[in-house]
Structure formats: structure tokens, C-alpha cells
């Protein structure tokens, strides 16, 4: 039942970056998994970045890997995603998610529980 808001979306071009911020209504310490998701027009939701309880531990799609940092800052109940050297097949909205999954789970959207209404990211030639 946290409430997660996203900000941080925009229109950058290509090889631009971004900083997309989720902030939680209440303190996450080190209890939630969290990630980032990311769906285009037509699309599956698929999955961005998941980072640990612990925020020592990432993982990252392929797609991403190199290009983004998923971090988390637990004192302010907050969870980033640096994007860096943005493509146009970045375009989507990005959902932050919050859960209790296993780590094991970190990529699979139906583990999480919470869920951000979504910022716009939009990268042009």
C-alpha cells in the first residue's frame, strides 16, 4: 500500500541523460526490493533495473546494462535511475515497483507490490 510517486521524465535527445526519481510515502529502509520498469505504446512492461534490500546489489537488463545506474537512498525514501547515453528505443514510460519479492524475483513485473503511476521518457534523433 506505499505510494510511490515518479519524477524526472522529459524529452532529452539522443545521447542525453536523465534522472528519474521514485519517492515512497513511507520510510523503505532496507525492507523493499525495488525496480524500474519501463512500457512503450504497444508493449509489454518490461523490465529496467532491481536493486537489493541492502542497495548493494543490482542487476540490469540488457538492454540498459552500461548505460544506467539504479541506486537507492533509504534516509530519504527514495530510489533513482541514472540513464546516460539515452537511445531513441529508450522512449517509454518508467514505473518505479517496491515488493517484498525474493531477489530471485527482481525481474518478474508480478512479484512487486507497489507501484508509481509512471514518468514520460522521450528521447528524439
Known amino acids: 500500500q506505499v505510494q510511490l510517486v515518479e519524477s524526472g521524465g522529459g524529452l532529452v535527445q539522443a545521447g542525453g541523460s536523465l534522472r528519474l526519481s521514485c519517492a515512497a510515502s513511507i520510510r523503505t529502509a532496507s525492507r523493499f526490493v525495488m525496480g524500474w520498469f519501463r512500457q512503450a505504446p504497444g508493449k509489454e512492461r518490461e523490465f529496467v533495473a532491481a536493486?537489493?534490500?541492502?542497495?548493494?546489489?543490482?542487476y540490469y537488463a540488457d538492454s540498459v546494462k552500461g548505460r544506467s545506474t539504479i541506486s537507492r537512498d533509504n534516509a530519504k525514501n527514495t530510489l533513482y535511475l541514472q540513464m546516460n547515453s539515452l537511445k531513441p528505443e529508450d522512449t517509454a514510460v518508467y514505473y518505479c515497483?517496491?515488493?517484498?519479492?525474493?531477489?530471485?524475483?527482481?525481474?518478474?513485473?508480478?512479484?512487486?507490490?507497489?507501484w508509481g503511476q509512471g514518468t514520460q521518457v522521450t528521447v528524439s534523433s
Open positions: 515497483a517496491a515488493g517484498l519479492s525474493a531477489w530471485t524475483d527482481r525481474a518478474n513485473k508480478h512479484a512487486y507490490l507497489s
Open positions: 536493486i537489493m534490500r541492502s542497495g548493494e546489489i543490482t
